[in-house]
């Protein structure tokens, strides 16, 4: 369906930090775009949040040209930004073609459905945002050099009624933002925090859900800087305050919708493809965490007493594990991925986890014992450690013989020159220099 009657229409991509970039084009010529998208530069796609040019071999380096490549308008993502006028409204995703489609989010996303839909296996994903709301607008956070900030709510509140009631007006408009731009929230709550909170998707088909996260997590910001306040998804935006992070939580079914997760006389119901999709987790996903702590401030996250898995474990309703068996039904029961960071995309999260569970099914790879009891424990956890730090990260997605099967040779290039010269610019830098780079947009 197209708005053709429209005066404009906004098409945009899903860059790499999850942002969503793009332009505003006349209503009359959308039609005519699905046939031939607009062009864009991959340049797009090798930008921080603040629009500092990162290292990308043949996209930013001597060699580049800086030309455009054919988008691809997705049809049928048409939802409408609320802020807008009417005629203004209409909202569009698209992803890169050609080259760049090798890197570009989204792309690699199609990509892995398409090869789940060739097994005959169908995702279904529900996504948990974990954000904090500040009493700061970018001049003020200028002028308190990025330090001593004022939080929304005063003190951790956990599920505190008081604060959820006094922010009634930020719960309504954020449900109010959600109906236009076609969000399925599930749920929000107070988090422990200051400010802290979470809002929840709720589970649909797997590109939606990607989808749904981007846009709830764009247009949030938008929402906190109409209010004068600003939404922060940095990781671990203080050392004195819990870490902040993104879950996903995933099931399997055939074409005619059947859960592929469940068996009623398997141990905890957990049928042998279940079982195998946690293994496949377990193997690949060491090699991949670059894609769920994709930033210097993302490590910050795992640090003692943050609530940030220590291992690639997993356990039946654990949340001290990385990866969570949670539900109690056949159309219920699924694995929650905790290792992903708040600040991480999740078109590429969602397409690491499937990418790795996958491969898991089709090599019938066992996983460790559960994890019983506290996984902070040390030793407790059972499963491999997490690298150890951002440069053994990007290594190990160097060397990912499944990154470059599932994703692309080009993705693993690009993505691991990026984070590296990311890493050399904050070599000596202090979280302040993180926050004046990653606080209102990373």
Same mark, same amino acid.
């Given at each position: 369906? &197209? ?75 048409? $939802? ?8 203004? &409204? ?20 199609? $990509?892995? *459905? ?6 005959? %296996? ?25 330090? #001593? ?8 509140? !956990?599920?505190?009624?008081? =604060?959820? @009631?006094?922010?009634?007006?930020? =719960? ?28 929840? %998707? ?7 859900? +990607?989808?749904?996260?981007? *846009? ?21 935006? &203080? ?31 957990? &049928? ?11 193997? =690949? ?19 003692? #007493?943050?609530?940030?898995?220590? @291992? ?21 029961? $699924? ?19 499937? @990418? +790795?569970?996958?491969? /898991? %099914? ?6 460790? #014992? ?5 996984? =902070?424990?040390? /030793? ?21 013989? *499944? ?13 691991? +020159?990026?984070?590296? !010269?990311?890493? $050399? ?18």
């Amino acid at each position: 369906m &197209s708005e053709t009657h429209s005066r404009f229409a906004t098409i945009a991509i899903v860059d790499t930090n999850g942002l969503l970039r793009g332009q505003k084009v006349r209503g009359a010529d959308v039609a005519g775009l699905f046939d031939v998208g607009p062009g864009m530069s991959p340049v797009q796609l090798a930008l921080d949040p603040t629009d500092e040019i990162l290292d990308m071999p043949g996209v930013t380096d001597d060699s580049a040209d800086f030309h455009d490549d054919v988008l691809a308008v997705d049809q049928d993502s048409l $939802r409408h930004i609320p802020f807008e006028r009417e005629e203004d &409204s209409p909202l569009y995703l698209a992803e890169f073609t050609g080259e760049a489609a090798a890197f570009c989010p989204r792309s690699l996303l199609r $990509r892995v *459905l398409a090869r789940a839909e060739a097994a005959g %296996i169908c995702a279904k994903v529900g996504v948990e945002l974990e954000f904090t709301l500040f009493d700061e607008t970018p001049a003020s956070l200028a002028a308190k050099g990025y330090d #001593g900030l004022t939080t929304a709510t005063a003190h951790p509140s !956990h599920d505190l009624i008081i =604060y959820q @009631a006094a922010q009634a007006d930020f =719960y309504a408009a954020v449900a109010d933002m959600c109906g236009p731009l076609g969000i399925g929230l599930g749920k929000m709550h107070e988090e422990i925090g200051g400010g802290f909170m979470e809002a929840c %998707i709720a589970a649909t088909t797997a590109m939606e859900a +990607a989808d749904q996260a981007v *846009l709830l997590k764009n247009f949030l910001r938008v929402l906190a800087m109409q209010r004068g306040q600003t939404v922060c998804f940095m990781p671990r935006w &203080s050392e004195q305050v819990d870490s902040q992070s993104s879950h996903l939580h995933v099931s399997l079914t055939d074409r005619e919708g059947r859960p592929l997760f469940w068996d009623g006389d398997a141990p905890d119901r957990m &049928s042998q493809r279940f079982r195998h999709f946690i293994g496949g987790m377990q193997a =690949y996903l060491p090699a991949l965490m670059l894609v769920f702590a994709p930033t210097v401030n993302a490590w910050r996250r795992f640090a003692e #007493g943050t609530f940030a898995p220590p @291992a690639f474990s997993w356990g039946v309703e654990n949340r001290t594990t990385a990866f969570r068996v949670v539900g109690h039904g056949a159309g219920s029961l $699924r694995v929650e991925n905790r290792l992903p960071c708040s600040d991480a995309n999740p078109h590429l999260v969602l397409a690491a986890t499937l @990418a +790795a569970g996958l491969a /898991g %099914i089709e090599e019938q790879l066992e996983p460790t #014992g559960a994890t019983i009891g506290n996984g =902070y424990v040390p /030793g407790a956890a059972k499963g491999p450690p997490l690298p150890d730090g951002m440069a053994a990260a990007i290594a190990a997605l160097e060397g990912s013989s *499944l990154a470059r099967d599932w994703l692309s040779p080009r993705f693993v290039e690009t993505f691991t +020159a990026t984070r590296s !010269h990311q890493l $050399r610019q904050f070599e000596g830098k202090t979280l302040i220099d993180e926050r004046r780079r990653f606080f209102e947009l990373g």
